[in-house]
């Protein structure tokens, strides 16, 4: 997905929430008995500029996909080839780089680093290790558990980046660019969904 595609999706989803806050939240209208009519404006559900990085780790937990796990992390000492390995085995795109004491970040590596710095290269991945091609922590682009989603993407976007890591102190887990999308696509099916239904006169 290029970063036009993805700036696009972002003003897209910035549209959509406001045609259908206009069109659910500021007309949806009951009939009274005598027959006039009476604007009842609608809430009970987050508009994307509510939903923060944090609903999106707490529903991979509840999915049953831990956010920081042994398969997500390794050290900058680890082989290459081995870190690929682990992505590979476990459908991940990236994993953590943890500091000897294992509660900080020290950088991120991705499979992108592995193409470009490895295989392009020429270099064995069996003797280079995981710290001379990851991007290192004074350079990660990272978002906070209250980062609002729609904010991420734009990160994501602007960097050209697919993961980004949440830190609140310390690591609490990683977003991919699949998470964001996948949040924003399920809050806008909602919304359509309450749209079909006020069209429908199913809102009174």
Do not use: F
């Not at 290192?136 to 906070?144: F, H």
């Amino acid at each position: 997905m290029n970063r036009y595609k993805m700036q696009g999706m972002v003003r897209a989803a910035r549209w959509w929430r406001e045609a259908v806050k206009t069109a659910i939240w500021q007309r949806t209208c009951r009939r009274e008995t005598n027959g006039t009519e009476k604007v009842i404006v609608e809430g009970g559900w987050k508009g994307l500029e509510n939903i923060s990085v944090a609903e999106i780790i707490v529903s991979r937990k509840r999915g049953g996909d831990e956010s920081i796990g042994s398969w997500l992390w390794c050290r900058e000492d680890d082989a290459a080839i081995d870190a690929v390995q682990n992505m590979a085995r476990n459908n991940s795109g990236s994993l953590v780089v943890m500091k000897p004491e294992g509660q900080h970040i020290a950088g991120i590596v991705t499979e992108r680093d592995y193409l470009k710095k490895i295989i392009a290269d020429g270099r064995s991945p069996m003797y280079t290790k995981v710290g001379e091609i990851m991007t290192r922590e004074d350079k990660l682009v990272t978002v906070t558990s209250d980062t609002n989603i729609l904010k991420a993407m734009q990160l994501m976007t602007e960097n050209r980046i697919r993961h980004v890591p949440v830190i609140d102190g310390k690591i609490v887990g990683v977003i991919s660019i699949v998470d964001v999308v996948r949040a924003v696509v399920e809050q806008q099916n909602g919304e359509l969904k309450r749209l079909n239904e006020y069209i429908k006169g199913e809102y009174y």
